[in-house]
């Protein structure tokens, strides 16, 4: 590489982090009017600041409407993000100017680890490729818009994938205890990640050669020790060892007689409002003598039942779970959106996802081999997605940190497919 194409890689990199800034800032201004306050951040960030612990209440109509079953609870929900909204509340009153400013902000982060990440594997121009991919994605720039933790959990995933990738090239050990730091991150913003971290050890089985399980139970070690404040706190608000308040629940509107027939069009929040309403009076009689754990349980064991009783529905359901993880349209139906929002949604998904989708399976399918250990580590982040959606489910945005996989599976296509690297002038 010449020194002058190595500044106008340079150059092109500033510009690509530059233009997402704008694009992600500019555009938070012209399409949100006030800060998010969805998915219970902020109403949880809320009750911190105003020294109310992270209580929450839960009311859903039950018996066909006509009742009312009042639940509440700790929500033990995975404290980064949290930490981030009781940061605005407190000490930026909740402006939408800062919050912008610093979601714009950590997708240049973002961008600049990808690159990082992908120069380990690629060539300069490929990781500049990928790292505009990651700027100018759509996905990607509306999470900066919207009330979710995913850039700040795309940032600790691929961190580790870096420190992963950087142990499989030196073998230094301290590498992928750095990498289960950061998964512990990962894990301390979305405790999805717990899917991957599962699928990843048997991974390094194979892989670490001397000492491998002394290697893997200190790697499990860094992640427990990291993980351990929400472990504490969870043992003190319920008395037992916890790393979620809400797995009966979820399982429960994850599994269920109305899953096949309407997911993944309807959303899973009205599939829980019709299970609610389908308890008897003595179910809510039951329920209203539990504690909130109790009543995990409770739903947990609903779940259970159904799955016993219904094999074959809950065979199909799983499948068409697994399949849905695919997002190959953008689901679910949000009733309250108007026809030309859902239009412009489903036609942005289609024109940038499915393109991406299908060009990164292709070099996924195709090039894979070339960096075999490389590659299992973005193959099995995507299976943990798959694991996630059989368990409970997966609609489109839950999928969208996922596409990074995709993303890696065109860099493989442009790497090593002649004619695109031709065509590209990637020589």
Known sequence: MTLKSFCVENKILLLILILSFLIRFVGGFIMLDE????YEWYPTAKNIVEGKGTLLEFTPNVDNGNDKLYMQYYSVRPPIYLLFYIILIKFFNSSL?????????????????????????????????GAAIV???????????????????????LLSFYFLILFLKNKKNKNIYIAGL???????????????IILLLPFLFLIIKNNRLLIIS??????????????????FIYNKVLLSDHGGNLFWVG?????????????????????FNDLSKEDVRKMRSMNHM???????????????ENPLLYTKSIIKKAVSSFSFYYHPIDLKESPNRKFV???IHKLFYMPLFILGMLGIILYSKNKRSESMIFILFYISLICMAIIYWSQSRHTIVYHITFIYGVLLLFSYNKRIRNFLKLE
């Open 294 to 308: 109790e009543q995990e349980n409770f739903m947990f064991n609903k779940a259970i039942t159904f799955i016993r």
């Open 97 to 129: 100017f800062v919050y912008l400013l610093l979601q714009s902000l950590f997708s240049v982060l973002l961008i600049i680890i990808s690159y990082k990440l992908f120069l380990l594997i690629f060539s300069k121009k490929i990781s500049v490729i």
């Open 182 to 196: 950061f998964l512990g991150c990962a894990f301390l913003t979305r405790s999805t990640i717990l899917f991957f």
């Open 35 to 38: 800060i998010p306050q969805s």
């Open 345 to 347: 949604k489903e036609l």
């Open 135 to 157: 700027g100018f994605y759509p996905h990607f720039i509306t999470r900066v818009w919207n009330a979710s933790e995913d850039i700040a959990y795309l940032i600790f995933i």
């Open 255 to 275: 599994n269920n007689k109305y899953v096949y027939d309407q997911y993944p069009e309807v959303t899973v929040d009205l599939i829980q409002k019709q299970l």
């Open 218 to 235: 200190k790697f499990l070690g860094v992640v427990l020790l990291t993980i351990s404040p929400i472990i504490v706190h969870n043992f």
